[in-house]
């Protein structure tokens, strides 16, 4: 036997699991966002991708700070919860978890793991848990919502033939042509079905990732899901190659044999010479018609560019910002608009112009330039007077906006506040912050300097904005203590 083997895991001051060894289980519950949970001889033993109920055979691979964590070997026995999946690339492909489940079960699931996050949050400071919980809010569609993809150039294995898609379940380099993929609509699959003939045909090479040599990154795809209008990008190096323009003409084709429910209204070849896998542009060519796409939400109309942050389900945001809203109460005092709001983490916009009819002034905070000159587009557009927005680092334009805030309106990045502005945003001290985030974890950590720093939470909720996988958007009401 190999050394690993015999490499003991220990909890406290007793021996229950090896490393390399082979356990058996039933999946108790998945913790956010990924994290199923197997009690082996009273261990923890961590399993991503599985569902409550399933019995699995485990194989311990990792070991630290008194956990064990192992991965899938053989799936023994089916979770009386399981249903076939709708999709066929289930299971190969990366992005979703949940499809072989019931819709209300992955609700379920999602509401339990973002009360169970807080609920620790309150036990472990001491803190009495007199929180408004809601129920979890249905995404109007559970299938063909996604109104944005970014998909990678690479091979199905390797050495393999050219493919074009999302990465394979645990790994960095296999991808999946996903042209059946249930999340998006079937313009997306129609021009990731004619990326992948036309550039295999063409033996175009990808950009291999450890070489760095090639010329294909990624192909992105934008849709206005209200208004039907596609922007697509193809991503490359900066090395010629005729091929580009080939495709451009294809899909213009396709749009002229009406293969597309919906009409191109942007090509744009981006180039990246990169030695990251990122996607993002060191030039931007536009190739046929504009840069943008345009979509309309809850009586809004939106300028969105390849680059833009708009919530990837036009409709569950519609849910979202309304859900939003309703949190944040009155805005105004006898029937007037007295409040400036700020909007930080604005991206295109979005919430801001929603506020805007309700409010005397909002103010947006962006750090992508391209999103606050669509943003301002946007507002003008929608006869908006009352919106200013700025670009930069929320931690650096706090020192430079005069007017304060009445009420702060934070949507952060996935990993959340940075510290130091966190600490401006508290030094405001205004009576409302409205929290809404896509990672519950970094949202409790930020919480957690809330609750130290004079608010209390009155209110949470969650948005399934991400049906089929393991993400949700959770919203918080927070208030001052005193107030």
Do not use: W
Not at 94 to 110: E, R, V
Not at 320 to 345: C, I, P, S
Not at 434 to 458: A, E, H, Q, W
């Amino acid at each position: 036997m190999k050394y690993y083997e015999y490499e003991m895991l220990c909890f406290g001051n007793e021996v229950y699991v090896k490393k390399g060894q082979i356990i058996e289980g039933v999946v108790e519950r998945v913790d956010f966002p990924n994290k199923g949970v197997i009690v082996y001889e009273d261990s923890k033993v961590i399993v991503k991708n599985t569902i409550p109920g399933e019995k699995v055979a485990v194989m311990i691979n990792k070991k630290r700070k008194g956990k064990a964590e192992g991965r899938v070997v053989e799936k023994l026995e089916p979770s009386p919860m399981e249903i076939p999946a709708t999709c066929e690339h289930f299971g190969k492909c990366g992005g979703c978890n949940y499809q072989n489940l019931a819709y209300d079960d992955q609700l379920k699931i999602k509401n339990d793991q973002v009360q169970k996050i807080f609920r620790e949050l309150y036990e472990t400071k001491n803190l009495p848990c007199e929180v408004s919980f809601d129920a979890i809010k249905r995404s109007p569609s559970q299938f063909y919502y996604r109104n944005k993809m970014e998909f990678s150039f690479g091979d199905e294995y390797k050495n393999g033939p050219l493919a074009v898609g999302l990465h394979k379940r645990g790994s960095f380099y296999d991808l999946v042509p996903v042209i059946h993929c249930q999340i998006v609509d079937e313009d997306f699959r129609t021009i990731l079905n004619a990326a992948n003939t036309f550039f295999a045909e063409k033996q175009v090479p990808y950009v291999h990732r450890q070489t760095h040599e090639g010329i294909l990154r990624h192909l992105l795809v934008r849709k206005g899901i209200n208004t039907g209008e596609l922007l697509i990008a193809i991503v490359t190096t900066s090395e010629p190659h005729t091929s580009i323009m080939e495709f451009k003409e294809l899909l213009l084709k396709m749009e002229q044999e009406g293969k597309f429910t919906g009409k191109i209204k942007g090509i744009l070849q981006i180039k990246n010479d990169s030695v990251a896998d990122v996607v993002k542009s060191d030039e931007t060519i536009l190739l046929y018609g504009q840069d943008f796409i345009r979509e309309e939400l809850l009586g809004l109309k939106f300028q969105i560019s390849v680059f833009s942050f708009f919530q990837t389900n036009t409709l569950g945001a519609q849910v979202l910002y309304e859900t939003a809203r309703e949190f944040l109460g009155e805005l105004g005092e006898n029937g007037k608009a007295t409040k400036t709001v700020y909007d930080l983490y604005s991206g295109t916009g979005t919430i801001a112009q929603i506020l805007a009819p309700v409010c005397k002034k909002v103010i947006g905070v962006e750090i992508v330039e391209e999103a606050v000159v669509a943003a301002k587009e946007n507002a003008k557009k929608n006869g908006l007077s009352n919106c200013d927005f700025i670009a930069g680092d929320v931690l650096t334009v706090l020192d430079t906006i005069e007017e304060q805030p009445d009420c702060i309106v934070l949507d952060p990045p996935r990993d959340g506040i940075h510290p130091k502005a966190l600490k401006k945003i508290i030094e405001y001290g205004v009576d409302k912050i409205l929290y809404i985030s896509c990672k519950p974890t970094s949202l409790m950590r930020d919480l957690d300097v809330f609750l130290d720093n004079g608010y209390v939470v009155k209110r949470i909720g969650c948005v399934d904005m991400f049906p089929g996988t393991v993400h949700v958007e959770t919203i918080v009401g927070l208030q001052r203590r005193d107030i």
